[in-house]
């Protein structure tokens, strides 16, 4: 049998890193990164045989577990009728109409096959629609990977402590205004100042790529009615919350009971279902700007793919009150537990949490008293060096995190009481090696 440090090596001659996506490379808690091979439910199998709870969930798609059998059987059908016809096709219309029934304020959706293409794209409409070139965005929050969204970026960008990326020109850099998360003031300080230029603001739903960062009270009504004041669209990011957070995404847990809606969302990960899908939705008037009925370009020669829309329709079908209500029971067990565990090893903490989403920041004072994390810059102050000793002890034990403290936990429908148990049993040992964790 091929080892994973065999197959990573291997890998590394072809690949920069060895991946195609940097945290994969376990850059920020060392050691080998795992080269998994199967996955069935909550588990994941690697190369060497060995089964992993796994809480990273394919990073957000796996809402309902890996191989749920609706799924895999739509996928088989649509494999079996051809891959993709470069043609409309009847279960586009049919993912669309699963997204709008959820979240009304998608009156009209475009695929794509990215959560960064969604986000660019949607940037480009905003654009194209207000004739304004600024966009403001909020440090830590990530968007995906295009030029002129990845200042100050989280996800990887935060995982590799990066300013941003090398590769995007100063004149990108500038038509992004990036600001405080969760800080009213500097809001209403961009708006009187470049008010008249400002195309967009986008925010994460909730922010989930600097750790889990929930929204203070109020925060995202206020990004609503200062857009709505000054002729800006607001771009409700949820390619991570989107149909996961509640069945209509974190929109569906602040929006929906608040009695506001953004302009545009953008939608990724729980949408395709484990396939290649994205989608940017929103305002009929907003939308039509695109083209062919508009003028902003936007084209993919694999938007809507068919195998893809059978994967997203699915998910969408199967994600029922019952699925969520289980991921949020079985997500608070988990961080209930996890919080138990870091208390009894002496370990400062904070759970960050919204919803079923969460993560944890070590050394922002003793859980229930410290304040936790707001903002980038108090992420970036965290004890990360906590993480790398927690991660490997969890990983030996059979407990796959994502390797990096800046992400969140997912668990998924098929989290049952077996799984839940491995990670509660794991979670005092990994406790107690973020406790002996020593800064470089
Ligand atoms: C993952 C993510 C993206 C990027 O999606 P990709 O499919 O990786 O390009 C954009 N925004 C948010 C909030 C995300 O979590």
Known sequence: MTSNAELHDAAQQLMPGGVNSPVRAFGSV??????????????????????????VGSWGPALLGHRHPAVIDAVH?????????????????RLAELVRGRVPGAEMIRMVSTGTEATMTAVRL?????????????????????????????????????????????????????????????????FAEHGENIAAVI????????????????????????????????????VMTGFRITDAGY??????????????????????????????????????????????YH?????????????????????????????????QVVADALASALNEAGVDHTIQKVGS???????????????????YAQAGAQETFRFGPFFHSML???????PSVFEAWFLSGAHDDDAVGTILDALPAAARAAAQAQSA
């Open 77 to 93: 059908s649509a494999v079996d009728a051809g891959l993709g016809f470069g043609t409309s096709h009847p279960s586009e219309a």
């Open 203 to 238: 925010t994460e739903a909730t922010p989930a790529n600097m750790g889990v960062v929930p929204p203070e009270e109020g925060f995202n009504a206020l990004i609503r009615e200062i857009t709505t004041r000054h002729g800006a669209l607001m771009i409700f990011d949820e």
């Open 126 to 190: 905003a654009r194209g629609a207000t004739g304004k070139n600024i966009v403001v965005k909020f440090a830590g929050c990530y968007h995906g990977h295009s030029d002129g969204l990845l200042a100050a970026a989280g996800s990887g960008v935060a995982t590799l402590g990066l300013p941003g990326s090398a590769g995007v020109t100063q004149a990108q850099a500038s038509e992004t205004i990036v600001i405080e998360y969760n800080d009213r003031a500097a809001l209403e300080q961009v």
């Open 299 to 331: 084209a993919g020669t694999l938007s809507g793919n068919p195998v893809a829309m059978a994967a997203g329709v699915a998910t969408l079908e199967n994600a029922t009150a019952e699925v969520y209500s289980h991921i949020d029971e079985k997500a």
């Open 30 to 55: 060392g050691g080998t990164p795992v080269q998994m091979v199967s996955g069935r439910g909550p588990y994941l199998t690697d190369a060497e045989g060995n089964q992993y709870v796994d809480l």
């Open 251 to 296: 929109w569906g847990a602040s929006g929906r009971e608040e009695g506001w809606e953004p302009d545009l969302f953008t939608f990724g990960k729980v949408i395709g279902g484990g396939m290649p899908t994205a989608a940017l939705a929103g305002r009929r008037e907003v939308m039509e700007h695109l083209a062919p009925t508009g003028p902003v």
């Open 396 to 402: 030996e034990q059979g407990v796959y995190l994502p």
């Open 357 to 375: 989403l969460f993560s944890v920041a070590f050394g922002t004072g003793p859980q229930g008293t410290g304040t936790g994390v707001h903002n």
